[in-house]
């Protein structure tokens, strides 16, 4: 199996992902677009020539504040769950964000999400009591 990050020619190689990986069908302009955006990275499993694992992020900068990376998801095909292919993919992610300068990496999680959790603790992640996440609804 191999672990890399996505770069701008693998838009193919995402278009014929596993099923699961993703949430929803990917759309070649989104992924096209998501490809070719500097701060946008995507980390990928491969296994016989299909994304079997991804884990998807956006390093930022603030006027006030270090680099950080945020982790949007990771996703993995129901086929290769439980054999460490979210940990390594996501593993990839976070050491991209190092090489970028990012100081801190974080992301959001369901409390009822308990194999995500237990994979993030695995992965060296710290679960924090004390953040509430706010959503605002922009389609109305």
Same mark, same amino acid.
């Given at each position: 199996?191999?672990? @890399?990050?996505? &770069?701008?020619?693998?838009?193919? $190689? $995402?278009?014929?992902? /596993?099923?699961?990986?993703?949430?929803?069908?990917?759309?070649? =302009?989104?992924? /096209? =677009?998501?490809?070719?955006?500097?701060?946008?990275?995507?980390?990928? *499993?491969?296994? +016989?020539?299909? %994304?079997? &694992?991804? *884990?998807? !992020? %956006?390093?930022?900068?603030?006027?006030?504040?270090?680099?950080? $990376?945020? %982790?949007?998801?990771?996703?993995? +095909?129901?086929?290769?769950?439980?054999?460490? %292919? &979210?940990? @390594?993919?996501? !593993?990839?992610?976070?050491?991209?964000?190092? #090489?970028?300068?990012?100081?801190? *990496?974080?992301?959001?999680?369901?409390?009822?999400? /308990? /194999?995500?959790?237990?994979?993030? #603790?695995?992965? !060296?992640?710290?679960?924090? #009591?004390?953040?509430?996440?706010?959503?605002?609804?922009? =389609? @109305?």
């Amino acid at each position: 199996m191999e672990f @890399r990050l996505a &770069g701008p020619d693998d838009a193919a $190689l $995402l278009a014929r992902a /596993a099923g699961d990986v993703f949430d929803h069908p990917v759309d070649p =302009e989104l992924t /096209a =677009e998501f490809l070719s955006d500097p701060r946008h990275h995507l980390a990928i *499993a491969i296994d +016989a020539g299909q %994304v079997v &694992g991804m *884990a998807s !992020g %956006v390093h930022y900068i603030h006027p006030d504040k270090a680099p950080e $990376l945020w %982790v949007n998801e990771v996703g993995v +095909a129901p086929s290769h769950r439980g054999q460490g %292919v &979210g940990r @390594r993919v996501l !593993g990839v992610l976070l050491e991209h964000g190092r #090489a970028l300068g990012c100081h801190e *990496a974080w992301l959001l999680t369901d409390d009822s999400n /308990a /194999a995500a959790r237990r994979m993030y #603790a695995a992965a !060296g992640g710290r679960e924090s #009591a004390s953040q509430i996440m706010i959503t605002f609804d922009l =389609e @109305r």
